[in-house]
């Protein structure tokens, strides 16, 4: 069971916009701006796609975007691409120097 | 462009200790941390823990004792040994690098399959 909650799947048509949920508590999510998502392939090691919350590295495109609200934090994918299929985890900095992640949610593109 | 390139034994019985390490090419140690991180088909991606350059450590709570991590400046190489392995840590193990945002993994290496069976 992991420490933050993720919906298992989610799904969205090529040029929809897709939401992804990640809820944790006051002591990671809530009470820290250090949110990150990654985006993974089957057998592939996950790529980071958003951190501090809203920020996008370079190279990632601005379909991506992510947000804040209290205990819950969220990923869009704006404009969806047959690409854009995969399984996304959040992740957050908690109390006392540890990272826990989302269970994962796997995105498919209609 | 820095790359992480991991090894380590593949298949373990139970009560062995894990031992893997992660090679860093094209970059020194210094500046950053680095970490392990463990996935698994039931319970999704798991950190362990993570080390800097000058062998400051913080580890996952729930795998503290039984998990260590250390450096190797020379070889610019850190190795994660975990004991006392049971089924449950049959996993694939990545190894990873830190941005300058704590606990935010940039590079990642190609994983590593381990499996604890009798």
């Known amino acids: 069971q992991s420490a933050l909650t993720q919906p298992p799947s989610a799904s969205g048509s090529p040029g929809q916009s897709v939401t992804i949920s990640c809820t944790g508590t006051?002591?990671?999510?809530?009470?820290?701006?250090?949110v990150t998502w990654y985006q993974q392939y089957p057998g592939k090691a996950p790529k980071l796609i958003i951190y501090?919350?809203?920020k996008r590295p370079s190279g990632v495109p601005n379909r991506f975007s992510g947000s804040k609200s209290g205990n819950t934090a969220s990923l869009t994918v704006s404009g969806l691409q047959a690409e854009d299929e995969a399984d996304y985890y959040c992740?957050?900095?908690?109390?006392?120097?540890?990272?826990?992640f989302g269970g994962g949610t796997k995105l498919t593109v209609l | 462009q820095v790359q992480l390139q991991q090894w380590g034994a593949g298949l373990l019985k139970p009560s062995e200790t894990l031992s893997l390490t992660c090679a860093v090419y094209?970059?020194?140690?210094?500046?950053?941390?680095w970490s392990w991180i463990r996935q698994t088909p039931g319970k999704g991606l798991e950190w362990i823990g993570e080390i800097n350059h000058s062998g400051r450590t913080n580890y996952n709570p729930s795998l503290k004792s039984r998990v260590s991590i250390s450096v190797d400046t020379s070889k610019n190489q850190f190795t994660l040994d975990l004991r006392s392995v049971t089924a449950a840590d049959t996993a694939v193990y990545y190894c990873?690098?830190?941005?300058?945002?704590?606990?935010?993994?940039?590079?990642w290496g190609q994983g590593t399959r381990v499996t604890v069976s009798s």
């Open positions: 006051s002591r990671d999510v809530g009470g820290y701006d250090y």
């Open positions: 094209g970059g020194s140690l210094s500046n950053y941390y």
């Open positions: 992740s957050s900095y908690a109390a006392s120097n540890n990272l826990v």
């Open positions: 990873a690098r830190g941005g300058s945002t704590p606990m935010v993994l940039v590079y």
């Open positions: 501090e919350v809203t």
